[in-house]
């Protein structure tokens, strides 16, 4: 993930010379001191008033310059997080469906909400500040080099010293920064379940045993943030122990130097006043680079979080559906459970389907794989010819819609819950309304089809939903329909009138998998495959009643 900062290093550049001319000019205002210092002891202060009014000029300019670098530097943060945050997202649905689904929601929005955020205060605002230390340095290397060269040894052989043993007494933090991520994981997966299961954990009176477990996952979260804490303010307070000693001992020595006369007072007050900026840069690193260096644990942990095990490579493009799905010896297993063996079946272009079957049967397994969640262990499955594990995810889902048991609501407006944010004729949105039962419920609608839907379907009902569902379906025009369930929500009237729709669409796939099996529209199916027992059987329409 770290190569995403090359898109903004541009930026960082920019910003990082707004900052090296602020430095500049602040170290020149420590001169011009000096020069007042000086020139303040000398019989009628030659020039003090000119060096006064070029002070006050600078500082002016030093206010401007310190008012952009501050908007420059909220500027480049602001981009670097939005392009690491959304190269994140895109990333995850670069994902697998099943590699992602192997996994809670919550770990993805501890990596969004928790991780990102750690990223942008330790790392992006870490680089920085680094960076805008070491121009400091360098700039405050060079003021006092001018004034005393020996000086300039002693200060910078005991900043080095402080600056070493800061980084020592600060490695036993990056662990604990590491331990606190995982925990931050489960905390968010806890709270997530918790918060799914509040109808169940209040019908049931478990709020006592939430409580509980609740208080032990927090309890564990803060003392390790704690811990963290407690740590650092150790480190800090033997760091400013330290710094302190320093200032005094080179105070000691710059008075001294000036007494024998080998710098002017002026120069005691330059070195004073440059001496945090030399000193400075060594007590930041000791408290930046630990964190920086942390990150490279959590970036470990962000970048694992995106990785497909399965790299299969897909190379075909589906730019029609034209003869039929084929399945070849396909065998398919959870672990050690095999659900599906030695599978061959046809499915014609066009063909109406029906799959039955008792649960734990195989028939969402093999919804999956025709959805190309999965991939067969043995076997292959033919597209057109084509080794479905080969033809691209975009290009094969362009021509396949589905409609699952869970239906997932946007919380937006009914009409793009139904367009999913396609520009589709109204003619067109009318016709699937009324194709799926939906024209008395879009009337009753306060807005109509402008109308909000919340929270993922809070306030509609399940019959409705499905039927959104199956109006997406439509509108999607795709060559292959696959309906898992879509019917289960639905009074049997309304059931069987849009069934009867779906069906007698000439040119589409229907592959529906169902419990539900309507009489007036069974003819219309071409076959009924029951499946079960790791196999699939052709039952004769005719046969069932």
Do not use: C, W
């Amino acid at each position: 993930m770290k190569r995403i900062y090359n898109k903004t290093l541009i930026l960082l550049v920019a910003t990082l010379l707004v900052g090296a001319v602020a430095k500049g000019v602040s170290g020149y205002m420590t001169i011009l001191t000096r020069d007042l210092v000086d020139t303040s002891f000398l019989p009628g202060m030659p020039g003090f008033r000119e060096i006064a009014l070029r002070m006050v000029l600078f500082a002016f300019v030093l206010f401007l310059l310190e008012t952009l670098l501050s908007f420059v530097k909220g500027y480049y943060r602001k981009k670097t997080n939005v392009n690491l945050k959304m190269y994140y997202l895109e990333k995850i649905f670069q994902k697998n469906i099943n590699e992602f689904n192997k996994d809670s929601n919550a770990k993805y929005v501890s990596h969004m909400m928790s991780d990102l955020n750690t990223v942008d205060l330790d790392y992006i605002d870490g680089i920085f500040e680094l960076a805008l230390s070491v121009i400091s340095f360098v700039i405050t290397i060079v003021i006092i080099g001018g004034v005393s060269m020996e000086l300039l040894i002693i200060v910078l052989v005991v900043g080095a010293l402080v600056g070493f043993l800061s980084n020592v007494l600060s490695k036993p933090i990056q662990k604990l920064y590491e331990e606190r991520s995982g925990l931050y994981d489960k905390y968010t997966h806890y709270l997530q379940e918790v918060l799914s299961a509040f109808r169940i954990i209040r019908v049931n009176s478990l709020y006592k045993r939430v409580e509980k477990q609740f208080t032990g996952r927090s309890e564990n979260l803060q003392s390790k943030s704690y811990e963290i804490e407690k740590k650092s303010t150790y480190i800090y307070a033997v760091q400013n122990f330290m710094i302190n000693f320093v200032v005094l001992f080179v105070m000691g020595i710059s008075v001294y130097y000036a007494v024998i006369g080998k710098i002017t007072f002026g120069g005691v007050i330059l070195i004073l006043n440059n001496f945090s900026s030399l000193i400075g840069p060594f007590q930041r690193a000791s408290e930046l680079l630990p964190k920086i260096f942390s990150t490279k644990a959590l970036f470990k942990v962000l970048d694992e979080s995106l990785l497909n095990q399965d790299l299969q490579e897909e190379k075909e493009e589906l730019h029609s559906f034209q003869e039929g799905i084929s399945f070849e010896g396909v065998t398919f297993s959870y672990g050690e459970n095999k659900v599906l063996e030695d599978l061959t079946l046809s499915l014609k272009k066009n063909g109406k389907y029906l799959i039955v079957g008792p649960s734990g049967g195989g028939k969402s397994t093999f919804l999956k794989l025709l959805r190309k969640y999965f991939h067969p262990q043995s076997g292959s499955i033919y597209v057109d010819g084509k080794p479905l594990n080969y033809i691209t995810k975009e290009s094969y889902f362009k021509h396949l819609s589905n409609v699952e048991q869970n239906v997932f609501m946007f919380d937006d407006t009914v009409r793009n819950n139904l367009t999913l944010l396609k520009d589709i004729p109204e003619e067109k949105i009318q016709e699937a309304i009324n194709r799926a039962g939906l024209r008395s419920f879009v009337e009753n609608l306060p807005s109509g089809l402008e109308t909000i839907i919340e929270d993922n379907g809070r306030n509609i009902s399940g019959g409705e939903r499905s039927r959104i569902a199956i109006a997406r379906a439509l509108l999607n025009e795709s060559e292959i329909l696959i309906l898992d369930e879509a019917f289960q929500s639905l009074d049997y009237d309304t059931a069987r009138a849009i069934e009867k729709t779906i069906l007698d669409l000439p040119e589409l796939t229907v592959v529906n998998v169902s419990h539900i099996l309507i009489p007036e529209n069974k003819n219309a199916y071409d076959e009924m495959l029951y499946v079960d027992r790791k196999r699939i059987e052709r039952i004769p329409i005719s046969g069932v009643s």
